[in-house]
């Protein structure tokens, strides 16, 4: 199976991490997750106390006012297109530029697959995390594939969730925001273009909206049909995903019955049951004491899908001016991130998200250098908005101690709001004597306790 990557931002530390490694790597998939935990040994189900999700200062500090940042002004008139002429990487050449134009044409013609009111509601739940009084969860595969898709498979990833999402907001006892890395994930970003074996040298696979995993010339040629493929695939998910989440599937009072199947015989299994039962337990003394539970908000939960704006022709194509506020919004998701590969100032992709309204992630590695993520902030996020910006970083435990503190120092004297999410997967792959890539647990969490120490 293909990667589980979720992110965890948390205003509160909660318990120990091997209840979710467990869960995750017996699902023969490897887990990427990130909290801000409590470095004691403490019992699953013990609140512990809350610490602040941003200190941003109020004014900016002096030092902040040396860093010359270009505003959306300076940039110039934005519009869905203006990204075209700027510097794009990572998408490589069709070579039958007539058929993407016709499939591009064909796709800003279906409906949007999210609306701008969800994109909205989602920036409020996370102004909310930002300002330490909710929780992030966010999770799902590195990337999707077109091999992979079925309904069992993302009643799986969603049952996941919603268990993890159960223990975060009964141990927390604050909201847990949900958003799947689902619905939309296919791309993926390389380091190089090419690779070769054996003599022949192709178009690096880039995930399956772009090109196929086979290493052949057919299929490593980007083809345009695979966008109308990616779209239909990521509208079946969300209509199913919405269906889960409001038809009844995620009703707390199935909290005992939300059971995978690979945790039937762990003990992560009994401890899940323990947490479920007093659930259930809380429920029918509410029940009893005349406060119903069959109210909205025990039977529904809300939902909400990401990835990466990588493909910006595919972006441009799926976004839409919202009636109500007469901004634009990137209706392919309801929160997109900039990568570490595409974050440049001046590039494509900035421009492009600097112009939509959908919240927004930035993927930062020990590679950023702290103005330059000042500016980066300040060109997608002009207004200060809480809840607009999420700073994903993603960087080893050795990298994070020396690294990171200087990224939170530049923020928070610059006084910018912004979510601090921790990735601890992709700064410590290894390739493992088989050859398999894999992650040392004892790195995830140092990666965890460094971010922990400077939050």
């Not at 880039?206 to 083809?223: C, H, Q, V, Y």
């Not at 506020?325 to 209706?331: A, N, R, V, W």
């Not at 570490?340 to 939509?356: C, M, P, S």
């Not at 000042?374 to 207004?383: A, G, M, T, Y």
Request: aromatic letters at 8%; glycine letters at 6%; one cysteine or more.
């Amino acid at each position: 199976m293909a990667d589980l990557n979720t992110s965890i931002l948390s205003s509160k530390s909660l318990y120990n991490t091997r209840f979710l490694s467990a869960a995750t790597s017996q699902l023969h998939i490897q887990p990427a997750f990130s909290f801000f935990p409590s470095w004691k040994r403490i019992n699953l189900l013990t609140p512990v106390h809350p610490i602040s999700a941003v200190k941003a200062a109020n004014k900016p500090s002096s030092s902040s006012s040396k860093v010359s940042v270009p505003s959306a002004a300076s940039a110039g008139k934005w519009s869905p297109n203006s990204w075209r002429s700027r510097r794009l990487l990572q998408i490589p050449e069709y070579p039958d530029k007539d058929e993407l134009e016709s499939v591009l044409n064909t796709i800003e013609n279906f409906p949007p697959i999210v609306f701008a009111g969800e994109a909205r509601s989602l920036e409020e739940r996370l102004a909310e995390a930002a300002m330490g009084s909710a929780f992030l969860l966010q999770g799902g595969d590195c990337a999707e594939s077109f091999k992979e898709f079925g309904a069992n498979k993302i009643r799986d990833t969603f049952t996941l969730l919603l268990q993890m999402g159960v223990v975060l907001m009964f141990g927390g006892q604050m909201p847990v925001i949900k958003v799947g890395r689902m619905a939309g994930q296919f791309a993926k970003p390389r380091s190089t273009d090419y690779e070769e074996q054996d003599g022949m040298k192709l178009f690096k696979y880039k995930g399956d909206l772009i090109n196929g995993a086979a290493f052949d010339e057919k299929s490593r040629t980007p083809d345009p049909q695979r966008l109308i493929r990616a779209y239909c695939q990521s509208a079946a998910t969300l209509n199913l995903l919405r269906a889960f989440a409001t038809g009844g599937y995620a009703s707390l009072q199935r909290v005992t019955k939300w059971n995978l199947d690979f945790a039937q015989h762990s003990q992560q299994r009994d401890r899940y049951k323990e947490l479920a039962h007093r659930v259930d337990e809380t429920l029918g003394f509410m029940d009893a004491a005349g406060l119903t539970t069959d109210h909205t908000i025990m039977t529904k939960t809300e939902f909400w899908t990401s990835h990466e704006c990588l493909h910006l022709a595919y972006e441009e194509a799926l976004t839409r001016k919202d009636s109500t506020s007469g901004l634009y919004y990137d209706c392919s998701a309801h929160m997109v991130w900039v990568g570490e590969r595409t974050r440049q100032l001046d590039g494509a992709h900035v421009e492009f998200l600097r112009g939509v309204a959908n919240p927004l992630g930035i993927k930062v590695s020990e590679k950023m250098d702290p103005k330059e993520l000042v500016k980066l902030i300040e060109i997608l996020n002009p207004r200060n908005k809480p809840g607009r910006i999420t700073v994903i970083s993603r960087m080893g435990a050795e990298n994070m101690r020396v690294k990171f503190p200087h990224l939170i120092r530049a923020v928070r004297q610059a006084g910018q709001i912004v979510t601090w999410v921790c990735d601890p997967m992709h700064g410590n792959t290894i390739i493992a004597p088989c050859g398999r890539r894999a992650r040392p647990f004892d790195a995830i969490l140092g990666v965890i306790r460094e971010e922990y120490i400077w939050r």
